[in-house]
Structures are given as C-alpha cells and as structure tokens.
C-alpha cells in the first residue's frame, strides 16, 4: 500500500513549497468477497492534501488488486481499513 500511495500521491504544490504538515485518515471496507466499499475521507487537517490522498487511495483501491478481508473465528468477515499518512512524510521527497 504504502509504494502504491508513493506512485500515486500528487501533493498538492503549494503544501510542499510551504512544508506544512498534519495527518489525513482514510478509511473504507473489505467485503467478505475481497470488495472495497464506502470508501471516505475520515479526518484532514488540510482540506487540499486530503482531498490529494483521497484521490491517490481511490485510484489504488480501483485497481481491485486482490484485497483480502479478515477472518475471525474461522471464518472471512468485512474488514474495515484505516489509512492514516503524515503528509511530511511525502513532501520531503517531492518538489513544487
């Protein structure tokens, strides 16, 4: 997930030029079946980078490169996903 979100993260430039910083949380579902479902932005400190994540994590998820939900007691169950991302974590290495 976390080479994906590299690939696919466009920050936002004015976010880099300034470095600021703070935390975005992405959530959504695993379906028994290996389905993502309500996919949603959970929490951003910055409206633009989340907005950025949201869009970079729905192209991964479009992919439907084999998600595996969890098993409980034996058997496969929904899964819900929490994707938190540090946005200094990604802006060290990109350029406005």
């Given at each position: 997930m976390e080479q994906q979100i590299k690939l696919h993260l466009k920050y936002p430039k004015d976010l880099v030029k300034y470095k600021n910083g703070g935390t975005a949380t992405f959530r959504f579902i695993v379906s028994k079946d290996g389905k993502v479902k309500d996919p949603e932005l959970f929490?951003?400190?910055d409206k633009e980078f989340g907005a950025a994540?949201?869009?970079a994590l729905r192209r991964i998820i479009g992919k439907n490169i084999g998600w595996k939900a969890g098993i409980k007691e034996g058997k496969t169950v929904d899964t819900l996903i929490e994707y938190t991302l540090r946005y200094m974590d990604y802006c060290t290495s990109q350029t406005p």
């Open positions: 929490n951003s400190d994540f949201a869009e």
